[in-house]
C-alpha cells in the first residue's frame, strides 16, 4: 500500500519509543500531573497513559512486521499514530507542562508527520481494493454516525462560552481536535467508502481503530477511579463502553472482509490482462486452401 515503506516504519518506531517513555513515566509516577492536570482528570490521564504504551508497543511490533503486501498492518499503524496524534495532541494544547511536556510534543509532531508521510507514499495504481457491498454501507452509516452526534453536541457546548467569552481551563482541546481533524476524517471516508473508493475503503479502519483506542481509555478511566480516591461513574462508563465496542465490531469486520491484492505486472510479450489479446488486436489469419482443394489463377478476359 506504502511505496516508500521504511521513513514510515522508522517515524511509527520512533514515536512508539517516545510513547512508550511518556506513558510508561506517567504510569510508574502518576504525580508528575499534579499541579498541571486538574485533580478530577487525572485517572483520565492514567488511563490514557495505559492506552498510549499499548499503543506505542503496538507500533514498536508494526514497524518490525510490516511488509509491501501487509496493507493491513499499514492501516493499523495509522490508526494508532492517530490515536497518539490525539491523546498527545490534549497533552500539548492544554499546557500540560511538566518534566515530559518536550516528549509530548515529539509524540505529537511524529504521530502527525508519520501519517503525513503515509498519505503522500500511498500507491495510487496498486492494490485492489475490494469489500461486500453491504459491509460497506454498514461501515459508511457507523462512521458518519460520529459527526452527526459530536458535531452539535460540541456546537451547542460551544455556543455559550462564545456569547460569554469565557475561557474554560481544561479540555478546550477535545473541541478543537474533534471538530477540525477527527469529525470532518469521519464524514470524509464515510462518504468515500459509500462510493465504494479506494481510499475510503484502506483508510476508514484506520479511524475505527482511533476511536476504539481512544474511547475505551475514556471507559478506563472510570474503571481506574478508585485508585484516586474517586467513584466510577456508570453514566461516563456505559456510553464509552458501547461506542469503543461500536468502533471495535466494526473496524474488525472491516479489516476482516477487505480484500487487498496486489494489481498484476505485464512482464515482456504478456498480454496486460495477463490472457489473450484483445479480438481488435489479434493479426488476421491468412487464408490457406485445404487440403484437396486446388488453386487455379482466373482466366484473363480477351
Known sequence: MLTHLFPSRLLWAVAGLLALAAAGTGIWRPEIYDGVVSR???????????????????????????????????IVAMGLLGYLFYAYGIYVIERTYNGLYLFYMAVFALSFWAMLTAGATMGRDAPFVSLPRGLGIVSAAGAILQPLIFYPLWIMMLLPLMRSGEQIDSLYSVFILDLCFIMPAFLVLSLLTYRNHRTGLLLLPAL????????????????????????????????????????????????AKLQVTQAPTAGP????SGGTQPVHQQPARQQTPQAGQQTTPKPSPQ
Do not use: C, N
Open 269 to 272: 510479450g504478456v498480454p496486460p
Open 40 to 74: 478530577e482528570l487525572i485517572p483520565g490521564a492514567y488511563s490514557q497513559d495505559l492506552l498510549s504504551v499499548a499503543a506505542g508497543v503496538g507500533l514498536l511490533y508494526l514497524a518490525w512486521a510490516a511488509r509491501p503486501d501487509r496493507a493491513k498492518h499499514q
Open 208 to 255: 475505527y481503530v482511533l476511536g476504539f483506542t481512544l474511547i475505551f481509555s475514556l471507559a478506563v478511566g472510570e474503571m481506574v477511579k478508585p485508585l484516586f480516591g474517586a467513584e466510577p461513574s456508570m453514566a461516563a462508563l456505559l456510553p464509552a463502553l458501547g461506542l469503543s465496542g461500536l468502533f471495535l465490531v466494526l473496524g474488525i469486520l472491516h479489516l
